[in-house]
């Protein structure tokens, strides 16, 4: 437990601990309470039980005198009262009490979600092409929810002991031979159980978190690829590895649910045994059965909220073994996310030293631009020069694999140079990236579409009361969508479906084409936009495109030759060399 408190050290603020431990008060107020609620049932029920109780108990003396109570009838119903308010107030507490963590757990869980999922889409480029989506998603909602679980588990643990060593304590007063015993019992159970089942639940709960990314990764996998699965009838392939490692989760849950669930029986049994056993013992020692009443019933209200307490803590220690290990997870994410962050302000602090605004008045240009990528050693650009002068329409080819998109990448800044750099009117863009990035637009192969409206996907990225309608209908227009999307009974409040499928490739490109128009960029990069696209519905988007031509600097990377014929200039990029060229037609 002590090693879980100080992993939980490392990743709290000083507001969270302060937090908490305004939360373990109400805990010791609550066991304080629960003490209370249990102490009362031993004077109520002596005074069922003796006769001459209230004048021969010296407490019963001094109430009777504070109160003015005469009769002994008037006693009972004076205790009977107060150990109802103190009940009704108690639980009243313990569900306030409940309610003030459960807020803190949950508040901020989202908050830690929130921090590492900014942290995630903050990190460079190239962290996403050996990242693996479903991994992503486990740490960001799987692992962060359960550290959070765990945090509560162990809050719900600290709880529990002191309510169950304040019982204890009363039950001294009571009966210090039976209270003893029943702290001994509880206690070498707990340790036992524990320290049999830990390594099987944080084996099993490290095989869950692994089952459960692979499982993520099955199902984002099946979804973005569900045209070709169905087209090549796969969908089975997909259904069973997902079930395969699903199954696998699933098999590692069952077993932390049974182990957990075991130790309640095991401690339920033995602790009942040894206090009916103690009490069989002393009726056998002579105790008369009248005398031991009063403890009895003590015992029997302290064992109704005893034994559940001890049953929880024992849940709560196989809890944390299971969910130690999305712990650890966290905690690496949270340092990497603390790491990266050192890092980028210093990058940040840099830059706002050097040159503070970006211009693309004449040209940008890649400047002896070395690049490979990570983990391997060949160079995909080796010392390239490109330049692309503003107003122009620029062209770039090459075959497959010979760094086309790569110059491109890194032209966005979203890859970063081994040597060389990225200048726009002769300065260094990663002097002031954001500025760089408002000058330009992007439009891909494959237009990332939102399973939302027309305007959501043009307006990419804005909220709905920030969207300037007449910024997206002109955007539309010169995309040549505007009149297709007027036909439409909703209009810009149209859904076009998850990946866009209620639009054709055509139209889908057209909405890529308006969504860079919106921002009204100076710049348009385009990366094989039209390759997946039949010729006449490819001639009808470059038609688009090259109306730009004059307006915007075109920057529009091909395959076929056609595509490009508009252009002012072209580049051929061929063995990490990019070299002008010109096209025959």
């Known amino acids: 437990m002590i090693r879980i408190l100080k992993k939980f050290n490392l990743i709290l603020s000083s507001a969270q601990k302060r937090k908490i431990l305004a939360i373990v008060v109400l805990m010791l107020v609550g066991a304080i309470l629960e003490t209370l609620s249990v102490s ?4 109520l029920m002596t005074a069922l039980m003796q006769k001459d109780f209230l004048e021969t108990n010296r407490y019963a ?3 009777c005198r504070i109160f003015d109570i005469e009769s002994e009838n008037s006693f009972v119903l004076m205790a009977i009262a107060a150990l109802i308010v103190v009940f009704i107030l108690k639980d009243f507490f313990l569900y306030f009490e409940y309610y003030v963590q459960t ?3 949950c508040n901020n869980r989202v908050l830690t979600q929130r921090r590492l999922m900014e942290v995630y889409l903050e990190r460079p480029y190239e962290f996403f092409l050996n990242a693996s989506s479903g991994e992503i998603i486990r740490v960001i909602k799987n692992d962060t929810a359960g550290t959070f679980s765990l945090l509560s588990t162990v809050m719900s643990f600290f709880t529990e002991a002191i309510v169950a060593v304040a019982l204890l304590f009363a039950l001294i007063v009571v009966d210090p031979y039976m209270a003893v015993m029943v702290s001994v019992l509880l206690s070498i159970i707990m340790v036992i159980v524990y320290k049999l089942v830990k390594p099987t639940l944080r084996r099993v709960g490290i095989e869950s978190q692994h089952n459960n990314a692979v499982a993520n990764t099955w199902i984002l996998q099946s979804v973005a690829g569900v045209k070709e699965m169905k087209v090549s009838h796969k969908e089975q392939f997909f259904v069973a590895q997902y079930s395969l490692y699903a199954q696998k989760a699933i098999d590692a849950e069952k077993v932390s649910t049974v182990l957990g669930n075991a130790p309640r029986l095991i401690i339920e049994a033995i602790t009942i045994s040894g206090m009916l056993g103690y009490i069989g013992f002393m009726i056998y020692r002579g105790a008369a059965v009248s005398d031991l009443l009063p403890q009895l019933s003590a015992f029997a209200v302290a064992a109704v909220r005893l034994l559940p307490c001890a049953n929880r803590m024992s849940t709560a220690l196989n809890s944390i073994a299971y969910q130690e290990p ?12 603390d790491a990266y962050e050192k890092e980028d302000e210093k990058v940040i602090l840099k830059k706002q030293k050097a040159v503070g605004d970006i211009t693309l008045n004449k040209s940008c240009r890649l400047d002896k631009v070395v690049y490979a990528y990570p983990n391997t050693e060949k160079n995909v650009l080796d010392c390239v020069d490109m330049e692309i002068p503003v107003g122009k329409s620029v062209g770039i080819i090459g075959s497959s694999g010979a760094g086309k998109t790569t110059a491109v990448d890194i032209l966005l800044g979203l ?8 200048l726009s009117d002769e300065v260094d863009i990663q002097d002031n990236y954001g500025k760089w990035l408002s000058h330009l637009s992007y439009i891909p192969q494959m237009i990332y579409m939102l399973d939302d409206t027309i305007r959501a996907n043009v307006a990419f990225g804005y909220d709905k009361d920030k969207t300037d309608d007449e910024q997206v209908w002109k955007a539309l227009d010169e995309a040549q969508l505007g009149n ?3 036909s439409l009974p909703e209009g810009l409040d149209t859904s076009i479906g998850e990946r866009g499928v209620r639009l054709s490739g055509g139209q889908r490109q057209r909405i890529g084409i308006a969504r860079a128009l919106y921002t009204n960029p100076e710049m348009i990069i385009l990366d094989e936009a039209t390759s997946a696209l039949d010729n006449e519905t490819e001639a009808a988007i470059m038609e688009s495109i090259n109306s730009l031509h004059g307006k915007k600097t075109l920057v529009i990377i091909a395959h076929r030759l056609s595509t490009i014929k508009e252009c002012d200039i072209v580049y051929k990029v061929n063995n990490g060399k990019i070299e002008k060229t010109q096209i025959t037609t």
């Open 40 to 43: 009362l049932v031993v004077p």
């Open 61 to 63: 003396i001094l109430v």
């Open 103 to 105: 807020r803190f757990i």
């Open 326 to 337: 999305q712990l650890d997870k966290t905690i690496e994410n949270l340092k990497a996310a």
């Open 415 to 422: 890859l970063e140079p081994k040597k060389g750099t990225v």
């Open 484 to 486: 297709f999307v007027r």
